[in-house]
């Protein structure tokens, strides 16, 4: 028998879940290639070599059967029992859809009904479990011109789950779409909906897009679990003097807090890490967001309702008659939110916020780009706070990079990053990959961030823009950076992605 080392990425999902689920749980084996001459089947005692062989024979008459022994076998198999359970459950569903078309004379390509079967309600379950199991934020399925596939973002990365058959994409779009109660005919359309659902008594909302592309539709389920623990501002990942900034800005209780950086950054991570410090049995904390991703008791969390005329303005202008003492406020988009919630901060109220924007100066920019004044600006702004999350290496596998690696490594792409943090070659890592990971060599996710502080200096600065640049106080990205590569939590390649 021969021995073979696999690699997740480039496995053919519908090979490795083709034998029949009963009959790999019995022998425990499984398939990983197939050619039009041979198929090769992984398994993890060679005893059984004689009986499978018996067997496969008989099912691939014309293929020559390989076997192999494979490097953490476990991995591996788990993946692909997991892709024959998702083949059943697709087979089930396949079977009834055949069952109906044939009852239905009248139009042999209906689908009606079928969205509300149990077997398209399994199969969804299935695909929503699996991710919630692999703690992913986010579901991917496109139609493609073969086939659909379905993907998870996990660490903000996506990886491959499942291929689905393209019949049965469309069941399940309908699928979804009863179950956020919108009209399932439609996909010619950009549609929004949302449920909830429980999984292994865990509440979670899901959030559901719909899109019209040119080979079909593609649908994004963004998963929120309902009462997702709120960090302490003291775990985030701040080094000591940053932590000590942001605690004494938030104790003063007046002042506009803007924290930036790309989608899916940790923001409100780090926003309801900041309320929960805030929290008293005196204050009134109002949060006006949308959508809602944190639900928590201690907090007037508005709820807005766009059928009823009751969107982010119109609460917005209603939030300071609530007198409030903090003001949590999901985004910045236009002037009005950024008016309001700058005289807010005037007027003694502490405001916590975000805005798009990639770093503080370009914080500052967007402010005044959007038609914020310099004043208003200068004596109401506390700090601005911007972060990355970047990948954590992989304790198990991740080694030390040898020193010419980053140099010869894509023709030196890094060689700007490592000269600008002055890292010492000698002290890098890079990732691997191993069972644990699942080949990634990365898993979890550490915090990097910049501060900027409002004192005398920024405030001349902003009033007076011919002043300097190096006067005004901030606490740069580069130093936790540097920190974070030279201590071995993340490589250089997972540096410059996320920030650089
Ligand atoms: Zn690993």
């Excluded at 083709?18 to 019995?26: A, P, V």
């Excluded at 399994?122 to 086939?147: C, Y």
């Excluded at 975000?354 to 967007?366: I, K, P, S």
């Amino acid at each position: 028998m021969q021995n073979e080392s696999l690699d997740l990425e480039s496995l053919d999902l519908g090979v490795l879940g083709m034998l029949e689920l009963g009959f790999m749980q019995k022998l425990e084996c499984f398939a990983f290639q197939k050619t039009e001459q041979s198929i090769k089947i992984a398994l993890r005692d060679s005893v059984q070599k004689e009986l499978l062989a018996f067997h496969l024979d008989k099912k691939f008459a014309n293929l020559r059967v390989e076997f192999y022994q494979i490097q953490d076998f476990d991995f591996f198999y788990q993946r692909a029992l997991l892709q024959a359970e998702f083949w059943l459950l697709c087979e089930n569903l396949k079977a009834k859809l055949a069952l109906l078309q044939t009852n239905t004379y009248k139009n042999p390509n209906t689908q009606e009904g079928l969205e509300d079967s149990k077997e398209v309600k399994r199969l969804l379950d299935f695909i929503l479990q699996e991710a919630i199991d692999s703690q992913s934020s986010d579901i991917h399925i496109e139609l493609h011109t073969q086939n659909a596939l379905v993907r998870k973002r996990i660490d903000g990365i996506l990886q491959k789950s499942f291929v689905l058959e393209k019949n049965l994409f469309a069941v399940l779009s309908s699928r979804l779409k009863l179950q956020c109660n919108i009209d399932m005919t439609e996909n010619r359309k950009a549609l929004d909906g949302r449920f909830s659902q429980t999984f292994q008594d865990k509440e979670f909302d899901f959030r559901f897009s719909s899109v019209p592309t040119i080979s079909g539709e593609s649908l994004v389920i963004r998963i929120l679990p309902k009462d997702i623990e709120v960090l302490e501002l003291e775990n985030l990942g701040f080094d000591t003097e940053r932590l000590q900034i942001i605690t004494s800005t938030l104790y003063k209780g007046s002042g506009v807090v803007i924290l930036v950086g790309p989608t899916g950054c940790g923001k409100s991570t780090t926003l309801h890490a900041m309320l929960k410090s805030s929290q008293s049995s005196h204050k009134k904390i109002l949060t006006i967001e949308d959508p809602i991703e944190y639900q928590v008791d201690s907090l007037t969390q508005i709820l807005l309702n766009e059928q009823y005329d009751f969107g982010f303005n119109q609460a917005l202008r209603s939030a300071l008659r609530q007198d409030p003492d903090v003001m949590m406020i999901g985004e910045i988009r236009d002037l009005a939110t950024l008016e309001l919630a700058f005289q807010s901060a005037l007027t003694g109220h502490l405001v916590l916020t975000t805005l798009h924007a990639n770093n503080c100066l370009g914080a500052l920019d967007r402010i005044l780009g959007l038609g914020g004044k310099v004043d208003i600006l200068a004596s109401s702004l506390s700090l601005i706070i911007a972060q990355r999350l970047v990948r954590r290496l992989c304790k198990h596998c991740s080694i030390k990079a040898s020193e010419g690696f980053y140099k010869e490594y894509k023709n030196g792409l890094y060689m700007g990053l490592i000269e600008q943090l002055q890292l010492d070659q000698k002290n890098l890592w890079r990732s691997v990959g191993c069972k644990h990971c699942q080949g990634y060599g990365f898993k979890g996710r550490i915090m990097i961030n910049e501060l900027l502080l409002n004192n005398e200096s920024l405030s001349t600065f902003l009033r007076d823009q011919k002043k300097d640049l190096q006067d005004i106080k901030m606490f740069p990205m580069d130093v936790d950076a540097k920190n974070l590569l030279e201590s071995g939590q993340s490589s250089i390649d997972e540096v410059h992605r996320v920030w650089w």
